[in-house]
């Protein structure tokens, strides 16, 4: 296929807000693909190059592209930078640039996706010496031979900045229009939970084109590819929580740590955040632990890393251990200082049996009998099962007394849903729960904060993925101490800077808070319709991605409870 082609279906999703409409036209694009390109074309129509449990990534920043665009149109590289700062977009910029061109284009070649493709995968694989020039050159490479229109796509693709409007239900339902005579609920639920299973929607397009329905329906679990994880909506309280998952009720600690997919077989050990990430190398306290303590050769399991005080023993919170999650150098040094623990409460696969459509009753056996539980190392979450409220309550208090979040309240009977907040299980949490939301934007301050990022535009997602804004934040955030300071949060922000304005700059969705508030408020202001009063940072999620953030319908329940 000509990359022109694709181009031409990326202006027309540009051009429409309407799902339904872009819906359309991506399905119109997936019929027309060859089999064999279909992953290809439906990772590009997302702005990828690779899925999302591929930890690769293109690693080009706006600097670099700066240089290629000049590379490619003779053009010097302060005329690109001035006119990216009236734009505050790299793609329109090259466009421009492209038009008039200055470069002879004696080897410029018509472009096809494979060629495209095939260019920025090996943007992210090259290493060693001259890495930087010859990423320059071969994006420029494209450059030279792209249209204006060709080159503002590639570059917005090259920073993962797109700006088509394509969420995962609408990638989900083009698969759907394109491949299935109808769309009814059954049909929606097996593609999602398709994808839910590869994390991978090319996957399951060439799928669904070359095997049709049932083999989505029966798509394996891989040991070392992760999944997404099965989440929980939140119950107002106990009773409310009785009312959803049934009686009598599997009830367990909340706790207060980060969630971890352990992965094994025959003595290797992977681990993964919800985010897919892998923090294998981070944790060889925890691969220590899980090879002496499961008793399997092949187990996908579900859990949560919790810190602990090295003398007390006693359960520290999240924001302890968030420091090793990212950690490169001195891992052993860390992992002594803040020690870890593993608590168990799941299993998807177990001595290399897929078992997410057994009762969650029977999960929990079978997670029981690989497990050696050994205090301070490995556990499985507390737990007990009933239908009294009175005892839910009494464990409740328990668990927030030991530090935790509060508890979760579980169906036997359920299956596990990867990647679904279905009412399987509930939590239970204290009223005023803290938010995870993502920043999109910031302001460099002033005076002696001169050379930081000082206050945060944060969102949360809607049920399509779409970014909404709630609001800016500021405090909570330290100068100079340890913990999250204003210098490493910059840090983390500055390589993620698509545009600037003034003191303002836009970044990539990527980098994830908590925070605590004082009230949820209507507003006009922010595109949620919602704005947290007083908004303080908790912590930095280096476990979680945007998509991991909470949700609208969260936020409009908790508005709706504190009234």
Not at 104 to 124: R, Y
Not at 148 to 154: S, V
Request: proline share 3%; charged share 30%; net charge positive.
């Amino acid at each position: 296929m000509d990359y022109s082609q694709l181009v031409e279906t990326y202006k027309k999703l540009e051009s429409t807000t309407k799902r339904l409409e872009k819906t359309t036209i991506i399905s119109n694009l997936l019929r027309e693909t060859k089999t064999e390109d279909l992953r290809m074309i439906v990772l590009l129509l997302q702005g990828k190059i690779f899925p999302a449990w591929d930890e690769r990534e293109i690693g080009v920043a706006s600097r670099l592209v700066i240089k290629a665009i000049s590379l490619a149109t003779g053009s010097s590289a302060n005329e690109i930078e001035d006119k990216w700062k009236q734009t505050g977009d790299l793609g329109l910029v090259s466009e421009h640039f492209t038009t008039g061109k200055r470069q002879k284009t004696l080897f410029s070649q018509k472009l096809t996706v494979k060629k495209v493709f095939s260019n920025l995968q090996k943007l992210a694989t090259l290493e060693g010496k001259g890495t930087v020039t010859k990423k320059i050159q071969l994006l420029a490479e494209l450059l030279t031979s792209a249209s204006p229109d060709e080159a503002k796509y590639i570059v917005r693709t090259v920073l993962c900045e797109l700006r088509v409007g394509i969420g995962s239900g609408t990638m989900r339902d083009a698969i759907i229009e394109a491949f299935f005579d109808e769309k009814d609920k059954e049909t929606v639920q097996i593609v999602q939970n398709a994808y839910d299973l590869t994390n991978d929607f090319g996957e399951v397009a060439e799928i669904a084109k070359a095997k049709g329905i049932n083999s989505l329906k029966n798509i394996p679990l891989t040991v070392g590819r992760p999944i997404k994880v099965m989440l929980y909506m939140k119950a107002k309280n106990i009773s409310d929580g009785f009312e959803r998952v049934g009686k009598p009720a599997a009830i367990e600690y909340k706790y207060d740590g980060f969630r971890i997919q352990l992965h094994g077989k025959n003595g290797s050990i992977k681990l993964f955040t919800r985010r897919l990430e892998d923090v294998t190398a981070q944790f060889p306290d925890i691969v220590k632990i899980v090879k002496g303590l499961i008793k399997a050769d092949e187990f996908i399991l579900d859990g949560e890393v919790i810190g602990i005080d090295a003398k007390t023993k006693k359960w520290l919170p999240f924001q302890n251990i968030s420091q090793r999650i990212k950690r490169k150098y001195d891992i052993e040094k860390v992992a002594k200082e803040v020690p870890v623990m593993l608590n168990l409460f799941d299993a998807m696969q177990v001595k290399g049996e897929n078992i997410i459509n057994k009762p969650f009753r029977e999960r929990r056996t079978m997670l029981k009998k690989i497990t050696e539980e050994q205090p301070n190392k490995l556990e499985l979450a507390r737990q007990i099962i009933t239908s009294d409220e009175k005892k839910a309550e009494d464990f409740y208090k328990e668990s927030l007394k030991k530090g935790n979040e509060g508890i979760m309240m579980k169906n036997l009977e359920a299956v596990y849903k990867p990647g679904s907040r279905v009412g399987y299980g509930v939590k239970v949490k204290p009223t005023m729960e803290n938010l995870d939301v993502v920043i999109t934007g910031a302001e460099w301050g002033e005076g002696k904060r001169a050379n930081w990022l000082t206050s945060f535009t944060i969102a949360i997602i809607d049920d399509d993925k779409n970014l909404l804004e709630v609001g800016k934040v500021g405090t909570g955030i330290k100068e100079k101490e340890a913990g999250l300071t204003f210098e490493k949060l910059t840090g983390l922000l500055k390589p993620l800077i698509i545009s600037e304005k003034g003191r303002e700059v836009k970044v990539k969705p990527e980098i994830v808070i908590e925070v605590s508030y004082e009230e949820i408020q209507k507003s006009p202001t922010y595109s949620s319709g919602y704005a947290l009063r007083f908004p303080r940072v908790i912590s930095l999620r280096e476990d979680m991605s945007a998509d991991d953030c909470s949700t609208l319908n969260v936020l409009e329940d908790l508005y709706q409870n504190q009234r």
